[in-house]
């Protein structure tokens, strides 16, 4: 193999061999061991020889007006690909990647955030974005969130509305953003793994929709999305939580002051609702026989609330008939409003139901969360043999979730036949 060269302040160029493949040098010629840099040596000096055939052909002035005369460089001045640089360029390259970022053409945070929300409000249901904005308000704070909100203020929550969260990053643009930022802001507000997932998507939507839309130009062209980098924060946090007889009855006694607090709890364990959902019943939803219609509120409003699953039907078990019997029994409104209302009649609101939960588990010393009941009502079900995929309907889930968290509650056939003689 051989290749060519030109020797340093003249203008001839020569033919040179390789060593024989499994030497040291790549190529004696460019004096490396380098394939990837030989090869681009090469083609630079393919290039020179072809630029020496051209040396005569003028250029025309409109396209020397073009560049400025400082970068024009006359063959004599032209660098060979041999010659090293020296120790003052490699100096001044070190300082120059020292030196702050031009971020004339970087995109702002607030540019990114006004984009991520309008897209926000277009794609999601409105108890989603809720979601989504109230974990920007952790990271940068309420002001900015708040002035930014794209929301009608009247559709705000009362309770974040006065609330005043300090930013933990006060950057102004988005390359100040980096991993080890995200992973100092986990660590400091002691999220779990969900939470921790849930922020990893909203940062990468973010960034994606500034890199797709242009308003970010990343500074390391290979990494552009930096969430990218960071852990998938997949798992669980810890077994779930399952509650026994005995502490079933104690939570209903702890609650038991508060008919609709209780009327709240007593569908979440015996029907597996999640919270915003009981939260959008009315009492023409529900039924002592047959089942229990999800639906999407047909005529929104600042008091609707949006289902994350859409619609679905749920079972009424007989544990469950006598609760809602009474419930309706006991119930002075019409049958279009909602069973869960604010003292304005309106539907009551997560944080209000949640609070007078919290706040009667705490007297009773009972420390478990709402979220286990949802965990007792699916392992009590698989304990019953129900169909994992019915389970998945009644529950709004995918039977890929249920088996994440509760496959250690599934007994083998056997066993079962043989516990229930």
């Given at each position: 193999?051989?290749?060519?060269?030109?020797?340093?302040?003249?203008?001839?160029?020569?033919?040179?061999?390789?060593?024989?493949?499994?030497?040291?040098?790549?190529?004696?010629?460019?004096?490396?061991?380098?394939?990837?840099?030989?090869?681009?040596m090469?083609r630079?000096?393919?290039?020179?020889?072809?630029?020496?055939?051209?040396?005569?052909?003028p250029?025309?002035?409109?396209?020397?007006?073009?560049?400025?005369?400082?970068?024009?460089?006359?063959?004599?001045?032209?660098?060979?690909?041999?010659?090293?640089?020296?120790?003052?360029?490699?100096?001044?390259?070190?300082?120059?990647?020292?030196?702050?970022?031009?971020?004339?053409?970087?995109?702002?945070?607030?540019?990114?955030?006004?984009?991520?929300?309008?897209?926000?409000?277009?794609?999601?249901?409105?108890?989603?974005?809720?979601?989504?904005?109230?974990?920007?308000r952790?990271?940068?704070?309420?002001?900015?969130?708040?002035?930014?909100?794209?929301?009608?203020?009247?559709?705000?929550?009362?309770?974040?509305?006065?609330k005043?969260?300090?930013?933990?990053?006060e950057?102004?643009?988005?390359?100040?953003?980096?991993?080890l930022?995200?992973?100092?802001f986990?660590?400091?507000?002691?999220?779990?793994?969900?939470?921790?997932?849930?922020?990893?998507?909203?940062?990468?939507?973010?960034?994606?929709?500034?890199?797709?839309s242009?308003?970010?130009?990343?500074?390391?062209?290979?990494?552009?999305?930096?969430?990218?980098?960071?852990?998938?924060?997949?798992?669980?946090?810890?077994?779930?939580?399952?509650?026994?007889?005995?502490?079933?009855?104690?939570?209903?006694?702890?609650?038991?002051?508060?008919?609709?607090?209780?009327?709240?709890?007593?569908?979440?364990?015996?029907?597996?609702?999640?919270?915003?959902?009981?939260l959008?019943?009315?009492?023409?939803?529900?039924?002592?026989?047959?089942?229990?219609?999800?639906?999407?509120?047909?005529?929104?409003?600042?008091?609707?609330?949006?289902?994350?699953?859409?619609?679905?039907?749920?079972?009424v078990?007989?544990?469950?008939?006598?609760?809602?019997?009474?419930?309706?029994?006991?119930?002075?409104?019409?049958?279009?409003?909602?069973?869960?209302?604010?003292?304005?009649?309106?539907?009551?609101?997560?944080?209000?139901?949640?609070e007078?939960?919290?706040?009667?588990?705490?007297?009773?010393?009972?420390?478990?969360?709402?979220?286990?009941?949802?965990?007792?009502?699916?392992t009590?079900?698989?304990?019953?043999?129900?169909?994992?995929?019915?389970?998945?309907q009644?529950?709004?889930?995918?039977?890929?979730?249920?088996?994440?968290?509760?496959?250690?509650?599934?007994?083998?056939?056997?066993?079962?036949?043989?516990?229930?003689?």
């Amino acid at each position: 193999m051989a290749s060519y060269y030109r020797r340093p302040n003249t203008k001839h160029f020569s033919l040179a061999c390789y060593p024989c493949p499994g030497s040291k040098l790549v190529r004696a010629s460019l004096g490396t061991d380098d394939p990837v840099l030989a090869e681009k040596m090469t083609r630079k000096v393919e290039i020179l020889c072809e630029l020496e055939k051209l040396a005569d052909v003028p250029i025309p002035e409109k396209l020397l007006a073009a560049f400025s005369l400082s970068s024009i460089r006359s063959d004599c001045e032209r660098p060979t690909p041999l010659e090293p640089s020296p120790p003052q360029a490699v100096a001044a390259v070190a300082v120059a990647a020292q030196a702050p970022m031009d971020t004339s053409e970087s995109g702002t945070v607030r540019e990114a955030l006004v984009a991520y929300m309008v897209r926000s409000l277009v794609c999601n249901v409105p108890q989603a974005q809720a979601d989504k904005i109230s974990r920007l308000r952790q990271f940068f704070g309420s002001d900015l969130i708040n002035s930014l909100d794209p929301r009608p203020p009247e559709n705000l929550k009362h309770a974040r509305k006065g609330k005043v969260i300090p930013p933990v990053f006060e950057g102004k643009y988005l390359y100040e953003i980096t991993e080890l930022v995200i992973l100092k802001f986990l660590i400091k507000k002691k999220y779990g793994l969900s939470s921790k997932r849930h922020f990893r998507e909203l940062f990468h939507a973010i960034f994606e929709g500034a890199l797709k839309s242009g308003i970010y130009k990343p500074p390391n062209p290979y990494c552009a999305n930096p969430v990218d980098d960071l852990p998938g924060f997949t798992g669980r946090d810890k077994p779930v939580t399952v509650l026994t007889v005995a502490e079933v009855v104690a939570q209903y006694a702890a609650v038991s002051a508060e008919p609709l607090v209780l009327f709240g709890c007593q569908l979440r364990l015996e029907a597996g609702f999640r919270l915003h959902e009981i939260l959008a019943l009315r009492p023409c939803d529900l039924a002592t026989e047959g089942k229990i219609r999800l639906i999407l509120p047909q005529n929104p409003n600042p008091s609707g609330t949006g289902l994350k699953t859409g619609e679905r039907t749920i079972t009424v078990r007989h544990e469950l008939r006598p609760i809602i019997r009474q419930y309706l029994e006991s119930y002075e409104g019409d049958y279009v409003s909602w069973c869960f209302q604010s003292p304005t009649g309106l539907r009551m609101a997560t944080d209000a139901f949640g609070e007078s939960l919290r706040t009667m588990n705490r007297a009773a010393n009972l420390t478990w969360t709402s979220q286990d009941y949802r965990h007792t009502f699916a392992t009590r079900r698989i304990s019953e043999g129900w169909n994992l995929k019915t389970l998945a309907q009644e529950m709004g889930t995918s039977v890929a979730m249920l088996m994440i968290h509760y496959a250690g509650y599934i007994e083998p056939p056997i066993h079962a036949a043989q516990s229930s003689m």
